[in-house]
């Protein structure tokens, strides 16, 4: 018997990871991220105990993680400024928009139409209640989060996303 494949986390990041004030009980720190789509050096802040914890989330095998972001396309700027291994991509192409928000929603449904379980954290595209919600949560086979876009990812989130992680498919 095989084990079953981890959860996939679609990971955003505006919002999810880089955040104005992310808190968790420390400074945050801060740094430039090139994005050669826009030719733009973007400033980002963000909370080095999040990212610790899903770099050791992602080493354990708990998680799949995939990028789900407008950063797609810079991904590579993202994991060398958070010391993360090449991560998938949900899309690669640089979408913007409506654009984006179609694809970031046809990632998280071929993740269950995979038959993968889906964590998808994102501060706007989530959606908190209605007929996208209700499909997606169905099963029991998603974990949505959708944080304030101006903290980010908490501690309480990520203990969710590794509870959610680490249990044994419904």
Request: with cysteine; proline share 8%; aromatic share 8%.
């Amino acid at each position: 018997m095989t084990a079953p494949l981890p959860s996939v986390w679609l990971l955003d990041v505006d919002g999810v990871l880089n955040a104005s004030r992310p808190g968790w009980g420390g400074p945050p720190r801060r740094s430039g991220c090139w994005s050669s789509v826009d030719n733009y050096e973007y400033t980002m802040r963000w909370a080095p105990a999040l990212i610790e914890r899903i770099r050791n989330l992602n080493r354990s095998g708990a998680v799949e993680l995939r990028w789900c972001s407008t950063w797609c396309a810079d991904a590579t700027a993202l994991e060398r400024l958070w010391a993360l291994p090449p991560l998938k991509r949900a899309f690669a192409d640089p979408v913007r928009g409506d654009a984006a928000s179609a694809a970031k929603l046809a990632a998280a449904r071929k993740v269950l139409a995979d038959d993968r379980r889906l964590i998808w954290t994102d501060d706007t595209e989530v959606p908190l209640d209605g007929d996208v919600h209700d499909e997606l949560v169905a099963a029991g086979r998603a974990l949505l989060i959708r944080p304030r876009g101006s903290t980010g990812l908490q501690p309480e989130h990520m203990d969710r996303i590794e509870a959610f992680a680490r249990s044994e498919a419904p």
